[in-house]
């Protein structure tokens, strides 16, 4: 299975608003409605942000949202802040049952 | 409150055999779940190895399944991640996950284990 593909990186401004998107197939992506967003800050574990698409856990901040349209996922953040400053990835569940990540976006906060 | 640890070498050589283990602290595996295993080579993404149920019934990535065994030992309380014949290319931090969903391996991952490094060098 390839990764899902994402960009590299991206960039905004505090207070500005970003998106990530994160392309797959209509065998993971696109089949399910299950996308997760994770968040990675430099030595520390992955933070689960958004899943099931749009679901965010309890504790992550309303700034972060998720969505939907075909084969690609998209994670907006808004009102930037500086901690948001971090990798990024999102994953999904596929048609084997399992599961696959994207490659990662760096978000810089400039 | 559910804690991972993941345990185990940090240093494997060439052709031999990684083993880690999962100890879980504040939840029952015997109560449900597919825990999982996640690796990240260094300055890499993040790479799903594959999940086991609290039954044994297990899902592994493709790319990986001609070498992986994940298992679950209940009366432990833990999981455990075998990976056979390493090469460089398996040196990374290795992370064991508990998904937010009981019954599939289809959610995301909300309860992480701090990560261990494993080196693969002769």
């Known amino acids: 299975q390839s990764a899902l593909t994402q960009p590299a990186s991206v960039s905004g401004s505090p207070g500005q608003s970003i998106t990530i998107s994160c392309t797959g197939s209509?065998?993971?992506?696109?089949?399910?409605?299950?996308v997760s967003w994770y968040q990675q800050h430099p030595g520390k574990a992955p933070k689960l942000m958004i899943f099931?698409?749009?679901n965010r856990p309890s504790g992550v901040s309303d700034r972060f949202s998720g969505s939907k349209s075909g084969n690609t996922a998209s994670l907006t953040i808004s009102g930037l802040e500086a901690e948001d400053e971090a990798d990024y990835y999102c994953?999904?569940?596929?048609?084997?049952?399992?599961?696959?990540f994207g490659g990662g976006t760096k978000l810089t906060v400039l | 409150q559910v804690q991972l640890q993941e345990s185990g070498p940090g240093l494997v050589k060439p052709s031999e055999t990684l083993s880690l283990t999962c100890a879980v602290s504040?939840?029952?595996?015997?109560?449900?779940?597919?825990w999982g295993w996640i690796r990240q080579p260094p300055g890499q993404g993040l790479e799903w190895i594959g999940s086991?149920?609290?039954?044994?019934?297990?899902y592994y990535n493709p790319s990986l399944k001609s070498r992986v065994t994940i298992s679950v030992d209940t009366s432990k309380n833990q999981f455990s991640l075998k990976l056979y014949s390493v090469t460089a290319a398996d040196t990374a931090v290795y992370y064991c996950?508990?998904?937010?969903?009981?019954?599939?391996?289809?959610?995301?991952?909300?309860?992480w284990g701090q990560g261990t490094m494993v080196t693969v060098c002769s």
């Open positions: 209509s065998g993971d992506v696109g089949g399910y409605n299950f």
């Open positions: 994953s999904s569940y596929t048609s084997s049952s399992t599961q696959i």
């Open positions: 996950a508990r998904p937010t969903r009981r019954d599939s391996t289809s959610s995301g991952f909300d309860i």
């Open positions: 504040g939840y029952s595996i015997s109560s449900g779940y597919y």
């Open positions: 086991v149920s609290h039954s044994g019934t297990t």
């Open positions: 099931g698409v749009s």
